[in-house]
Nanobody, 123 residues
Framework: QVHLVESGGGLVQAGGSLRLSCVASGRTFHSYDISWYRQTPGKEREFVARTVGNGGGTNYADSVKGRLFVSRDNAKNTVYLEKNDLRHGSTARYYC????????????????WGQGIQVAISS
């Protein structure tokens, strides 16, 4: 069973920096894509960034390109999301996500989610 646990959120002062962590367990970590999503009240969960398994690089939502960075440490089974110069628009609940895979290596029908971590930006 795949298990994802986020950490590193909380109340952060505007203009400060943040690093969220997502620790994954339950399968071989380095092979699989891990993504970050975020959600604010009344809105749908939206994609933020992805790190692709097997050294496949990263993807970002257009709205965040150049403003936050995703990385992974395969030795620690951990994916990070980092952002500097935080603004109030960054207030959200952030979720870690990874899909199941078919035997052919394509995305399966199951999505695994962490419990989410709240980030709030103070003035």
């Amino acid at each position: 069973q795949v298990h994802l646990v986020e950490s590193g959120g909380g109340l952060v002062q505007a203009g400060g920096s943040l690093r969220l962590s997502c620790v994954a367990s339950g399968r071989t970590f380095h092979s699989y894509d891990i993504s970050w999503y975020r959600q604010t009240p009344g809105k749908e969960r939206e994609f933020v960034a992805r790190t692709v398994g097997n050294g496949g690089g990263t993807n970002y939502a257009d709205s965040v390109k150049g403003r936050l960075f995703v990385s992974r440490d395969n030795a620690k089974n951990t994916v990070y999301l980092e952002k500097n110069d935080l603004r109030h628009g960054s207030t959200a609940r952030y979720y870690c996500n990874t899909p199941s895979y078919t035997d052919c290596g394509e995305y399966g029908t199951t999505n695994y989610w962490g419990q989410g971590i709240q980030v709030a930006i103070s003035s």
